[in-house]
């Protein structure tokens, strides 16, 4: 007989109290170990030269940004519905194309018909700000797939811990459920900076 774990009976107690959808919601964006919530963020990086570029292109997008609050957000019932709907539409919006160029065909484009991992994760930042989602919580990473290769992802910190939004999968996943290698993540404290990960994903 298996022991029923805990992420299950909290989505079986959610169905009782607040409907199948929530109770989703439950099972994907509970971590496995409460010190896996959050990914560790290591020494300032440098940024990728890409995304230097990206932000002399699209200005708006890397200005630095205020607020009287920080650090992660509570992720709400109607947060988590922007979270799905979001990843769930650019990842079909967008028609992939795989980069054969390297670096000089790196070009990220915020909403293009045809586009890399780049485009589909600058576009889904760009989608949770325009509606009023804080920038220091939207967290472009990049990460190194089983293949070898980089690949850039979308990380939402959130008090329920760290979310993935990728164009690999249609899940929204905690960051320690992925397979990646984490290497580094634009920083929530430090203008144009990122951060190199201390800890890698399980």
Known sequence: MRR???????AAMAIVIGGVQW?????LVTPPRADLA???????????????MFCL?????????????GGPV????????????????????????????GLAGEAWTIDPARGDCNDYAVSKRHALLRRGWPARVLLLSEVVVSSGEHHLVLLVRTRSGDLV??????????????????VRVQSPGRDGLWAAVGREGV
């Open 4 to 10: 029923t774990s805990g992420p299950v009976i909290a």
């Open 23 to 27: 109770a989703r919601a439950a099972l």
């Open 38 to 52: 959050h990914i560790e963020l290591g020494r300032p990086a440098l940024p990728p030269l890409t995304y230097t």
């Open 57 to 69: 292109r699209y200005q708006a997008e890397c200005r630095p940004r205020r607020s009287f609050r």
């Open 74 to 101: 509570r992720l709400t019932e109607r947060r988590w519905e922007d979270l799905r709907e979001i990843n769930r539409t650019v990842n079909l919006a967008i028609e992939p194309v795989r980069n054969e160029l």
């Open 165 to 182: 939004l990728d164009n690999l999968t249609p899940q929204i996943k905690p960051w320690s459920r992925t397979s990646y290698r984490w």
